[in-house]
């Protein structure tokens, strides 16, 4: 019994400090992700990105 003492406020500071960090976040604006979602619409599920090496193609001089 001497236990819940100590748990009980324990678990109410730590939850306390969950919703503080929680809200800091939410003004801090680290959920806005302006650009993503107009870009996912434009591309396809199957596609991936292009990378920095596509498009690029190597003469037989070269290789």
Same mark, same amino acid.
């Not at 800091?24 to 199957?46: E, F, I, K």
């Given at each position: 019994?001497? +236990? @819940?003492? +100590?748990? +009980?406020p324990?678990s109410?500071? @730590? &939850? &306390?400090? *969950?919703?503080?960090?929680?809200?800091?976040?939410? $003004?801090? %604006?680290?959920? =806005? %992700? #302006? %650009?993503g979602? *107009?870009? $996912?619409?434009?591309? =396809? =599920? %199957?596609?991936?990105?292009? &990378? #920095? $090496?596509? &498009? +690029?193609?190597?003469?037989?001089?070269? $290789?």
């Amino acid at each position: 019994m001497n +236990i @819940l003492l +100590i748990l +009980i406020p324990v678990s109410l500071f @730590l &939850g &306390g400090l *969950a919703l503080v960090l929680f809200v800091w976040t939410l $003004r801090a %604006d680290q959920y =806005d %992700d #302006p %650009d993503g979602a *107009a870009n $996912r619409v434009l591309l =396809d =599920d %199957d596609q991936r990105p292009a &990378g #920095p $090496r596509q &498009g +690029i193609t190597r003469t037989t001089a070269e $290789r």
